[in-house]
C-alpha cells in the first residue's frame, strides 16, 4: 500500500473511531466517578491541589477543563467530556506518528489499528476521567523522546517533558513513568547538551519542577490513605491479570495464566533479539517499561502501595503494544514471514466492534440510568403528598441527581443505607450483583441489563406524628436544628422524615447539607445519612426543597437530630421550613 493510501485508510478509520466517541460522550450516562468530579470541583471552582478536598479522583488537568466547558457550554454530559473526546485527535494524530516509525507494512497497520481501537482504553475517551487523555499526551511524549534521542534539539525536549507533565497531570498513575522518561531525557541533557543553557532551563522547569509538585501531591493522597484502589497480589497477579481480564476479555483464571505466560514470554524474547539492533524505539520502550514495573514492584513490596489494576494500569496497555511491535518489526526485516505475528493485535479492534455500544461503559455498565427510569419514577411521583423513598447502591445517588438535575425534575434524593433495603418505594439495583429485597417487582430493565427499576408490590403506609413550619431568617450559622425527640419515643419503629422548605441564598452553590445523626447512649455512630443540597440545584432563589429520608428503627434508644449543615458558613434564609415526621406503620 502506497503512503497516499494508508494515509486515507487512517484518517477514515480514525474519523469513524471519532464519530462513535462523540456519539457515546452525549448519549452514556454520567458514571459515579464523573458526577463526583462535578458536584465537589467543577461546580465549586475549587480543585487545586493542597487547596482543594483531597481525593485521587480529582484528575487536576480534567477537572480544570472540565471548569473550563462547564462555565462556556453548560453542564451536559458532552460539555464536561469534551476534552477527552479532542484529545483523541491528538491520541490518532500520535498513533499515526509513532508507527510510521515500523517498517514493515503488515506491522504498521496491525499496530495502527489495534492502538485506535483498543478495547477499554477507547471507552475513556468519551468519559470525564483522565485515563484517555494521559494516554494521548503519552503518545505525544513516547514519539517526541525518540526523536530527542535521535536527532537532539529543544523543540524535541519541551514536548517530550510538556506532554509527559499533561499526562501525569491528567492521571497520577503515570508518575513513575515520567520519572523514567525524565531520566533518559536528563541522560542526554547531560552527555550531550549540557552546555545549552536553554535545554537546561526547559528540563528544570518543565520537567523537573512540575514533577516534583505531582510526587508531593501523590505523597499527599498516600499519606492520607487516598490511594486504595489497587490491590496487594502483584504485579503479575494483580496488575497483569487485571489487563487480561479486561483489555483481552479472558476471565477463566487459567486461561488468563496462560496468556500472561505465554505473551511475557513472546514479548521478552522478542526484545531481547530486538536488542541486537539497537533500535532507539526499541531501547525507550523496554527501558521506560521497566522502570515502570520495577518502581511498582519497590512501591508494594517496600512501602505497601497497592499495585495499580485495570484503569489504573492502563498506561501499560500502549507501552506494551508499541514494545512488541516495534521489537517485532526489528526482527521482521530480515525474516519477513515473522511479521504476520502482528495479526495477533487484530483481537484488540474485534473486541472493541463487538462490545460496541451507546448507553453504558465497559467497567461501570450498574452506574448508567437511562432517562426512562427518570421517566418513570417522575410519573409515579406525580400527585403525591410526600416525596417517593428511593433505595439505591451506594454509587448512584450523585448520578441520580446530576441526571435528575440536567433534566430539571425535583426528585428525591437516593436512600443508599442498608442496600439493598426493604424499605422503600422504589429500587435501583443491579440484579446481576445483588438479590432484591422480597416483595418486590420490575418496573423497567436497562437495555444493558445492569440497572432494574423495580417496585414495591405492598404500599409503604405511615402516619404523621408532628408536622411544624417556620422561617428560618439569614443567617450564615454552621448549623441549624430541624428535630431532635426524646431517645425513648424512637426505640423499636422506623421513621421517615420530610423536608419541605423554600430557600433563597446569593451564594451559587449553596454547599448546604441536610444531615441525619443517631447515636447511642455512649455516643457511638447508629445512623449517619447525610445529603448535599448543591448536587441537585446551585442556584437557590426561593426555589422548592422537598426530601424525604428513612430513620431505621434501633433496638437501644438513640439520640437522633436532623440539622442543616453550612460548612462554608454561607448567606442563606429560608422563608418556609416545614418538618414533617411520619411513623412508618408495620
Same mark, same amino acid.
Request: with cysteine; glycine share 8%.
Given at each position: 500500500?502506497?503512503?497516499?493510501?494508508?494515509?486515507?485508510?487512517?484518517?477514515?478509520?480514525?474519523?469513524?473511531t471519532?464519530?462513535?466517541?462523540?456519539?457515546?460522550?452525549?448519549?452514556v450516562?454520567?458514571?459515579?466517578?464523573?458526577?463526583?468530579?462535578?458536584?465537589?470541583?467543577?461546580?465549586?471552582?475549587r480543585?487545586?491541589?493542597?487547596?482543594?478536598?483531597?481525593?485521587?479522583?480529582n484528575h487536576?488537568?480534567?477537572?480544570?477543563?472540565g471548569?473550563?466547558?462547564?462555565?462556556?457550554?453548560?453542564p451536559?454530559?458532552?460539555? &464536561?467530556r469534551?476534552?477527552?473526546?479532542?484529545?483523541f485527535?491528538?491520541y490518532?494524530v500520535?498513533?499515526?506518528?509513532?508507527?510510521?516509525?515500523?517498517?514493515?507494512?503488515?506491522?504498521?497497520?496491525?499496530?495502527?489499528?489495534?492502538?485506535?481501537?483498543?478495547?477499554?482504553?477507547?471507552?475513556?475517551?468519551?468519559?470525564?476521567?483522565?485515563?484517555?487523555?494521559?494516554?494521548?499526551?503519552?503518545?505525544?511524549?513516547?514519539?517526541?523522546?525518540?526523536?530527542y534521542?535521535?536527532?537532539?534539539g529543544?523543540?524535541?525536549?519541551?514536548?517530550? &517533558?510538556?506532554?509527559?507533565?499533561l499526562?501525569?497531570?491528567?492521571?497520577?498513575?503515570?508518575?513513575?513513568?515520567?520519572?523514567?522518561?525524565?531520566?533518559?531525557?536528563?541522560?542526554?541533557?547531560?552527555?550531550?547538551?549540557?552546555?545549552?543553557g536553554p535545554? /537546561?532551563?526547559?528540563?528544570?522547569?518543565?520537567?523537573?519542577?512540575?514533577?516534583?509538585?505531582?510526587?508531593?501531591?501523590?505523597?499527599?493522597?498516600?499519606?492520607?490513605?487516598?490511594?486504595y484502589?489497587?490491590?496487594?497480589?502483584?504485579?503479575?497477579?494483580?496488575?497483569?491479570?487485571?489487563?487480561v481480564?479486561?483489555i483481552?476479555?479472558?476471565?477463566?483464571?487459567?486461561?488468563?495464566?496462560?496468556?500472561?505466560i505465554?505473551?511475557?514470554?513472546?514479548?521478552?524474547?522478542?526484545?531481547?533479539?530486538a &536488542?541486537r539492533?539497537?533500535?532507539?524505539?526499541?531501547?525507550?520502550?523496554?527501558?521506560?517499561l521497566s522502570?515502570?514495573?520495577?518502581?511498582?514492584?519497590?512501591?508494594?513490596?517496600?512501602?505497601?502501595?497497592?499495585?495499580?489494576i485495570?484503569r489504573?494500569?492502563i498506561?501499560?496497555?500502549?507501552?506494551?503494544?508499541?514494545?512488541?511491535?516495534?521489537?517485532?518489526?526489528?526482527i521482521a526485516?530480515?525474516?519477513?514471514?515473522?511479521?504476520?505475528?502482528?495479526?495477533?493485535?487484530?483481537?484488540?479492534?474485534?473486541?472493541?466492534?463487538?462490545?460496541?455500544n451507546f448507553?453504558h461503559?465497559?467497567?461501570?455498565?450498574?452506574?448508567?440510568?437511562?432517562?426512562?427510569?427518570?421517566?418513570?419514577?417522575?410519573?409515579?411521583?406525580?400527585? /403525591?403528598?410526600?416525596? &417517593?423513598l428511593?433505595?439505591a447502591?451506594?454509587?448512584?445517588?450523585?448520578?441520580?441527581?446530576?441526571?435528575?438535575?440536567?433534566r430539571?425534575?425535583?426528585?428525591?434524593?437516593?436512600?443508599d443505607?442498608?442496600?439493598?433495603?426493604?424499605?422503600?418505594?422504589l429500587?435501583?439495583?443491579?440484579?446481576?450483583?445483588?438479590?432484591?429485597?422480597?416483595?418486590?417487582?420490575?418496573?423497567?430493565?436497562?437495555?444493558h441489563?445492569?440497572?432494574n427499576?423495580?417496585e414495591?408490590?405492598?404500599?409503604?403506609?405511615?402516619?404523621?406524628?408532628?408536622d411544624?413550619?417556620w422561617?428560618?431568617?439569614?443567617t450564615?450559622?454552621?448549623?441549624?436544628?430541624?428535630w431532635?425527640?426524646d431517645?425513648?419515643?424512637?426505640?423499636?419503629?422506623?421513621?421517615?422524615i420530610?423536608?419541605?422548605?423554600?430557600?433563597?441564598?446569593?451564594?451559587?452553590?449553596?454547599? /448546604?447539607?441536610?444531615?441525619?445523626d443517631?447515636?447511642?447512649?455512649?455516643?457511638?455512630?447508629?445512623?449517619?445519612?447525610?445529603?448535599?443540597?448543591?448536587?441537585?440545584r446551585?442556584?437557590?432563589?426561593?426555589?422548592? /426543597?422537598?426530601v424525604?429520608?428513612?430513620?431505621?428503627?434501633?433496638?437501644?434508644?438513640?439520640?437522633?437530630?436532623?440539622y442543616l449543615?453550612?460548612p462554608?458558613?454561607?448567606?442563606?434564609?429560608?422563608?418556609?421550613?416545614?418538618?414533617?415526621?411520619r411513623?412508618v406503620?408495620?
Amino acid at each position: 500500500m502506497n503512503a497516499r493510501s494508508e494515509r486515507i485508510g487512517f484518517v477514515a478509520l480514525s474519523l469513524l473511531t471519532f464519530a462513535y466517541i462523540v456519539l457515546r460522550a452525549a448519549w452514556v450516562p454520567l458514571i459515579h466517578d464523573e458526577a463526583a468530579t462535578f458536584q465537589t470541583y467543577v461546580v465549586t471552582g475549587r480543585y487545586l491541589p493542597f487547596l482543594a478536598h483531597w481525593d485521587a479522583g480529582n484528575h487536576l488537568l480534567i477537572t480544570a477543563m472540565g471548569r473550563a466547558t462547564y462555565l462556556l457550554f453548560g453542564p451536559s454530559p458532552l460539555a &464536561l467530556r469534551s476534552f477527552s473526546v479532542v484529545c483523541f485527535v491528538l491520541y490518532a494524530v500520535y498513533v499515526w506518528r509513532i508507527t510510521r516509525m515500523l517498517q514493515v507494512d503488515v506491522i504498521r497497520w496491525c499496530t495502527m489499528v489495534a492502538l485506535l481501537l483498543t478495547p477499554f482504553v477507547l471507552d475513556f475517551f468519551s468519559l470525564f476521567r483522565g485515563y484517555g487523555p494521559a494516554l494521548a499526551f503519552l503518545l505525544m511524549a513516547l514519539f517526541h523522546l525518540v526523536r530527542y534521542v535521535e536527532v537532539g534539539g529543544r523543540r524535541q525536549l519541551f514536548a517530550t &517533558l510538556f506532554a509527559m507533565a499533561l499526562a501525569t497531570y491528567a492521571s497520577l498513575s503515570l508518575l513513575l513513568i515520567w520519572c523514567s522518561v525524565m531520566a533518559i531525557a536528563g541522560w542526554y541533557v547531560f552527555t550531550r547538551d549540557r552546555k545549552d543553557g536553554p535545554v /537546561l532551563g526547559i528540563l528544570l522547569f518543565i520537567g523537573v519542577v512540575p514533577l516534583v509538585i505531582a510526587g508531593l501531591f501523590g505523597k499527599g493522597l498516600s499519606e492520607l490513605g487516598l490511594l486504595y484502589f489497587g490491590n496487594s497480589s502483584g504485579f503479575f497477579d494483580g496488575t497483569l491479570r487485571s489487563l487480561v481480564l479486561w483489555i483481552l476479555g479472558i476471565m477463566r483464571p487459567l486461561a488468563q495464566d496462560i496468556v500472561m505466560i505465554v505473551s511475557t514470554m513472546l514479548v521478552e524474547g522478542l526484545f531481547v533479539r530486538a &536488542l541486537r539492533g539497537r533500535s532507539v524505539p526499541v531501547i525507550l520502550m523496554g527501558v521506560i517499561l521497566s522502570g515502570e514495573i520495577i518502581g511498582r514492584v519497590v512501591l508494594g513490596e517496600g512501602f505497601g502501595v497497592l499495585y495499580p489494576i485495570d484503569r489504573t494500569a492502563i498506561q501499560l496497555v500502549p507501552l506494551l503494544i508499541l514494545l512488541f511491535a516495534f521489537s517485532l518489526d526489528r526482527i521482521a526485516i530480515g525474516r519477513p514471514r515473522l511479521a504476520f505475528a502482528a495479526v495477533l493485535l487484530l483481537w484488540l479492534p474485534v473486541r472493541t466492534l463487538m462490545g460496541a455500544n451507546f448507553d453504558h461503559t465497559a467497567y461501570w455498565p450498574e452506574e448508567a440510568i437511562p432517562g426512562r427510569i427518570y421517566e418513570l419514577v417522575s410519573e409515579r411521583q406525580q400527585g /403525591l403528598e410526600r416525596p &417517593l423513598l428511593i433505595g439505591a447502591y451506594r454509587q448512584n445517588p450523585r448520578c441520580w441527581t446530576y441526571g435528575a438535575s440536567l433534566r430539571g425534575l425535583d426528585l428525591n434524593y437516593l436512600n443508599d443505607l442498608g442496600f439493598p433495603q426493604p424499605t422503600c418505594e422504589l429500587l435501583l439495583i443491579d440484579t446481576v450483583h445483588f438479590q432484591p429485597p422480597p416483595g418486590f417487582h420490575t418496573v423497567y430493565t436497562a437495555q444493558h441489563g445492569r440497572m432494574n427499576l423495580m417496585e414495591a408490590e405492598t404500599a409503604l403506609r405511615d402516619s404523621v406524628v408532628r408536622d411544624s413550619t417556620w422561617a428560618i431568617p439569614s443567617t450564615n450559622e454552621e448549623f441549624k436544628g430541624l428535630w431532635s425527640p426524646d431517645p425513648e419515643a424512637l426505640q423499636g419503629r422506623a421513621w421517615l422524615i420530610e423536608v419541605d422548605a423554600s430557600i433563597t441564598s446569593d451564594n451559587e452553590p449553596l454547599e /448546604l447539607r441536610l444531615v441525619v445523626d443517631a447515636k447511642d447512649a455512649n455516643g457511638n455512630p447508629l445512623h449517619y445519612d447525610v445529603i448535599n443540597l448543591d448536587d441537585q440545584r446551585i442556584s437557590w432563589k426561593g426555589d422548592r /426543597l422537598h426530601v424525604l429520608r428513612l430513620l431505621p428503627s434501633f433496638s437501644v434508644p438513640a439520640q437522633v437530630t436532623a440539622y442543616l449543615w453550612n460548612p462554608r458558613q454561607q448567606y442563606f434564609a429560608m422563608d418556609r421550613v416545614r418538618v414533617i415526621i411520619r411513623e412508618v406503620v408495620p
